[in-house]
């Protein structure tokens, strides 16, 4: 039984991982219609920058929250205005090529500006053990199950209440109506890319505390987009469902089957559940009329 329950608290641990990024691909195709391939290595540089930070300040907690944060936010619409805003109005295949382009780029930028090797964060706090009953599970690991839960009901009322949020939903839904209705699609889409910034980098950072940091981070995000896929792509809460799901599913098929399905187990899930749901668990079927 000890070894289940540890299973699934690393399982959620890792899940709240994926939840987050998948948000943050939710995010982004709920407000502007876009898939952001380039999601998970946004995410793998911010935990750079933060570990830049973190060597600077003795590993400061705070300072390295604030200061990762803010480059996210800060990375995130500099990538929006100069390669993303351009292509508004091109076909949507070619945005998301810009997109795999783009992390293309950002893989080898992180070899070329840090290096190649893994490196520990250096933040003592986060790394510390935490006993919980039968379990020991790291601050980091504690931190990201945390944040996921707030951002889901961050998300939820942001969406539900705000009249931004509305106007987020129906940029997606129909940007050129909603120009014509008064909203101002830049706005929302800089508004989109700089919270799925915050949410990608958030989990990257916690996800590098509690493991490593090094060039293959950027796998997070290969790794949530089924989560994404298997929510719904236009469901943010539905994606955090989703990252959970995969996570816990892929530790315990790896701790009781094989550690070589487990790379595959949140793809089996995706198959099975597409075949019931094509839309995913909690996206909305679009009916078309021709």
Known sequence: MSYLVNLLASGLAVGAVYGLIAMSFAIIYKST??????????????AYVAWSISTSVDGNPFIVAAGSILFAIVFALAVERIAIRP??????????????????IFRSLVILVWDGLPHGMGIPAGDA????????????????????FAAIVAMWAFFRYSRFGVAMRAVASDDGTAQLMGVNSG?????????????????GVLFAIGAELSPSLYALGLKAFPATILGGLDAIIGSAVGGLVVGITENLVGGYLSSGLKEVAGFVIIILILMI??????GEKRIERL
């Open 33 to 46: 219609g876009l898939l952001n391939f380039a999601q998970g290595e946004m995410a793998m540089i911010t």
């Open 277 to 282: 749901r094509p839309y995913g668990l909690f």
């Open 129 to 148: 053990l935490v006993t919980l009953g039968d379990v020991r599970v790291r601050v980091a690991q504690i931190g990201v199950i945390l944040f996921l």
């Open 87 to 104: 292509m508004m109005n091109e076909p949507i295949l070619s945005q998301i090529m810009v997109t795999i382009g783009l992390s293309v």
């Open 187 to 203: 706005k929302v889409q800089m508004a989109a890319w700089g919270a799925a910034a915050v949410l990608s980098g958030v989990a």
